[in-house]
């Protein structure tokens, strides 16, 4: 004799019957067809034996950490419509959630009452874990990147203050005044501080721009000191010819 395998669900009595298809026998993953919603979203597809239920609300209890949300859907919503609803209460996106009913996640196609749900019944919210190191490792890349541009402000400051001090060492130079040479070496070496400073910026995304814009700045103010460096000594001092006064010789007494 062949002996066959029952479902699970055969051994059931016939008063329990529609409420267990409703809620565990329907969990199997095997016995789900899906449907695509014109939104976009991925559903259970409802077959035409299950009947046209009424549309009603239901009103659920969300349970997230320490807070407690209630809200009203229809009952034959999915639990990504839920999650929707969720979204603008708690600012966590949809794949930022996760949806627990009866000590099981629910995926976003599912339908509230397939899985039981009825009203007043008690929904646990989490934070996908992921989510959460996400949204950690942002935080440290956007404190990098206001350390970076708090940075780059100071240095930009610096470089105005030796800007101006080129520029009047370079009129004084054009205008044959020469320049006593320690100057120009001195502006050298605090520009040259500077662009340290700049090479030691972890600069990523906008910052970057910043970063190269002043290094760019430096750069055309130490070259521009090189020149002067170089025509500096070529300047002659200015010599003025001093004009002696001529007095006539006295005049003569004869004897």
Known sequence: ?????????????????????????????????WEMRPGGMLVQKRNEKDGVLPLLNVRLRILYGVLRYEISVNSQATFGEVKK?????????????KIIYKEKERGNGKYLDRCGVKDRSKLILMEDPSSIERRYIEMRKNARIQIAYRAISDVSVEVDKLVEQVSIIEKSILNGVKVPEIQITTLIEMLMRQAIKLDNVFAEEDVSAQKYLQGKRVQRCVETLDVLKISNPLIKPVVVAAKWKTFDPPPTTSQ
């Open 1 to 33: 004799m062949v002996k066959t395998r029952s479902h699970p669900c055969a051994k059931m009595s016939s008063s329990s019957t529609a409420t267990a298809l409703s809620t565990p026998c329907r969990d199997h993953e095997d016995e789900i067809e």
């Open 85 to 97: 609803v969720l979204t603008s209460k708690t600012g966590l996106q949809i794949n930022e959630q």
